[in-house]
Each structure stands twice: as C-alpha cells, then as structure tokens.
C-alpha cells in the first residue's frame, strides 16, 4: 500500500459548538510519557485530577473522576449504572441531547416520560412539577446546557422536587461546565457528567464526572451483577478510583494527563474568572452578530454564555457559507440539527477560543463571507459591536 502521510492538520480556528481548538498546554501535557497503571505517579495523578475536578464542579463529593469516554459514555455509564428496567425517568426534552438522554434511559429499559418541548425554549418550573407529580420518578435527568439549541435549563426548585418524590437528579454538563455557573451541590445534583472538548478547553475522548453520596448508594444497591455493561459499570470504576484500586480497565492516562491539565489552566484563571470570560466573549459574539444585522436564535434570556444560534439570512445557502468560511478563512463555524437543519448556524465562544481575537476574527470573515454569499449585512457593523462590548467590561 502507498503509506499516507503523518498527521499534519490543517491550520483552524474552531468557533462551532465543539470540539474547539485544544489549549496548547494541555496538547503539551498530552504528549508526557505513559507510567505504569500502578506507579505512584500513576495513582496520584488520579487522586489529583479527582480533587481538581472536586473544584471544577462546585463539590465536595468523594466520587468524582474521569470516564474513559466521550461525554456520551459518561451519560451511558451514569444511566446503565442508575437504572433498572421498569424504573420511571423524567426529561425535559428541549434538544438533541434531551434526546439522547430519552433514548440512553429507554436502552437501559426504563419507562421515560419525556416532556417534550419547542428547540430553542426551556421548561418552566411548573412544567417539571406537574411531570414530577404525575409520574413520581427514580430519576429526572436533565441537559443543563444543550449545544443544539444554545439554551441552558435553570435547575431552581428542582433538589426540592425530586426530594418531595425520593428521586435522584442527573445533569449534562458537558456543554456548560467551566463557561457557565455549575453548582453541583448548591444546585443539590447527585450525577453530573461532562467532557473536555466544550468550556474545559481539551480534546474529546474524557468525561469527568461526579456522584453524590445518594447515587453511590443507588449505585451499590445494584451490586453484585446487575449493572449490564461491564465498561460501563460505575461501581467497579469507583473501586479503581478508590484506594483500592480494584483493576477494571486500564485507565486511559494520555486522556487523564490531558483533564488534568485542563482543570489546571480553568482553576488558575479561577472558576469564576473562567466563567466570566466565557460570559464577556459571548456577549461580544452576539452584540457582532447583531451589529451584523443577523438574527440570534431561541431564548435569549436563557442562553449559554458560550454558543450563539444565528438564523441563517433568507435566499442565502448556510453550507456554502460555512464552507468559504472554512476554505478561505479557516474559520468554522457550527451547523444545525434536527428541526434547526438548514435553519441556523451555531457560533461558539468556548474554552482557549473564548479570546478577543477569535470573536473579531470570526465577526470580520463572516460579514465578508456573507457579502460574497449575496447577505447584506451592515459593514463593520460586527467587529464594532463586538469591539463596544469589550470597550465597556
Ligand atoms: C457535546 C455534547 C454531548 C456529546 O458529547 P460527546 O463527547 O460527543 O459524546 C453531550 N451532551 C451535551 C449537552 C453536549 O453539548
């Protein structure tokens, strides 16, 4: 065979919903040597990346580490671990990913009530009150921040409610940790899981996530064979993780070396000073795509710091603009799913690209792409809102 060539990836800037361009220090963490599942190193660098995301998350508990997964995994290992068959879930459904949790909790063969809602909207209190009431669940799981629509779920009320009805609480935060305010045990959540390649500024591929004392307790109750996914079986991962270090499988160390560093870069900036960049680069991002004379997608009132929808301009062709975009700019830019397909474009503000630079260079090649694509757009109208913003924080 003729042996391709070493990867050499083309020079980008990633300003879609993710994955978005790597902190270069975690890259150089990345690239360490590999040490023995049991060197010392080895087990202190776990116990360190634990401790690390304990701050990351905003908790205290004990069983909080890394799944060897992309943050879909961590969603499959927290559902197959919690989850008997016949077990009541209720979801909020507002994106592609409340789908994901409909269709992970169905596979693990409970009955999911879904509360199926409008893209781009969230469900009121009242709405998951009246659903917690009727169907009185083990468990309602909910996306905190769902890319797909750019629209974060408040989680006021929701401890209380699912304390009213002995229910466990879980959250996707793969989208909004790090870039946004995620409280896990103010906000009283028992699972939450992420992923790196969103606000915490890594590669996919690793899902930190955390359990609550209540869930552990769910989780032990399952023992000794009733969890139906051997890789996925959170009891015997919290044994790896615990000091006793009961091997399951080989802890994905050039993964771990990576979420460690990403927590590093998050926590020496400070978690809130994180957020509030993500908060700052995101308003400037949506303050350009108005100046622009673009329209924002959904809810703006409930919005993630980090991602903006922009309906794509009517007679304008949104793939040939997100592809000049990439061929002569090397900028991209997000898609859309689902019933937004072809609808709007998504823009992200996350991780190492929630930078000034990245947002005026993205709001530049945008007016000029779209200019080219026959959109009018307002010149200069984007880099001088986005520039205002920066100007008054
Ligand atoms: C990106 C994302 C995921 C999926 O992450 P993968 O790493 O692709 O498995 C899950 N949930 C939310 C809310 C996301 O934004």
């Not at 809602?117 to 917690?132: H, P």
């Not at 998504?346 to 000029?368: H, K, P, S, W």
Request: aromatic share 6%.
């Amino acid at each position: 065979m003729d042996i391709p060539g070493p990867i050499n990836p083309p020079a980008r800037l990633l300003m879609g919903p993710g994955p978005i361009n790597v902190d270069p220090r975690v890259l150089r963490a990345m690239a360490a040597q590999l040490v023995g599942q049991y060197d010392p190193y080895m087990t202190a660098t776990m116990n360190e990346t634990a401790a690390l995301y304990r701050e990351v998350f905003a908790t205290a508990n004990a069983h909080t580490l890394i799944v060897d997964a992309t943050a879909r995994g961590a969603i499959e290992a927290a559902f197959v671990s919690l989850l008997e068959p016949g077990d009541r879930v209720v979801v909020p459904n507002f994106g592609r990913f409340g789908h994901l949790l409909v269709e992970i909790a169905q596979r693990c063969g409970a009955e999911v009530h879904a509360i199926d809602l409008e893209w781009g909207t969230v469900a009121t209190y009242e709405q998951i009150a009246d659903e917690m009431a009727r169907v009185q669940p083990k468990m309602l799981a909910s996306v905190h921040g769902d890319t797909s629509t750019t629209i974060a779920q408040p989680f006021d009320g929701l401890r209380e409610l699912c304390d009213r009805y002995g229910s466990l609480l879980y959250a996707d935060v793969t989208a909004s940790l790090g870039g946004n305010v995620v409280d896990t045990d103010a906000w009283g959540i028992d699972v939450a899981t992420a992923g790196l390649q969103k606000c915490l500024g890594g590669p996919p591929g690793s899902a930190p996530a955390t359990f609550s004392e209540r869930a552990v307790a769910a989780i032990d109750a399952r023992r000794p064979d009733l969890i139906r996914s051997n890789y996925f079986d959170m009891a015997m991962i919290f044994d790896y993780w615990s000091d006793r270090r009961l091997n399951h499988h080989t802890e994905a160390t050039t993964m771990l070396f990576g979420a460690r560093e990403c927590a590093r870069v998050i926590l020496e900036e400070g978690l809130t000073n994180c957020q509030g960049r993500h908060l700052l680069n995101g308003r400037a991002m949506l303050a350009g795509i108005e100046g622009l004379g673009l329209i924002p997608f959904g809810d703006i009132e409930h919005k993630m710091a980090n991602v903006v929808g922009v309906h794509i301009p009517d007679g304008v062709d949104g793939d040939a603009v997100r592809e000049t975009l990439l061929h002569d700019f090397g900028v991209e830019i997000g898609t859309a799913f689902g019933p937004l397909a072809g609808r709007i474009w998504r823009i992200g503000t996350m991780g190492y690209n929630a930078r000034q630079d990245a947002v005026l260079i993205t709001l530049a090649a945008l007016e000029i792409v779209l200019r080219r694509h026959g959109a009018r757009v307002l010149t200069g109208g984007g880099v001088d809102a986005a520039y205002e913003v920066y100007a008054t924080a």
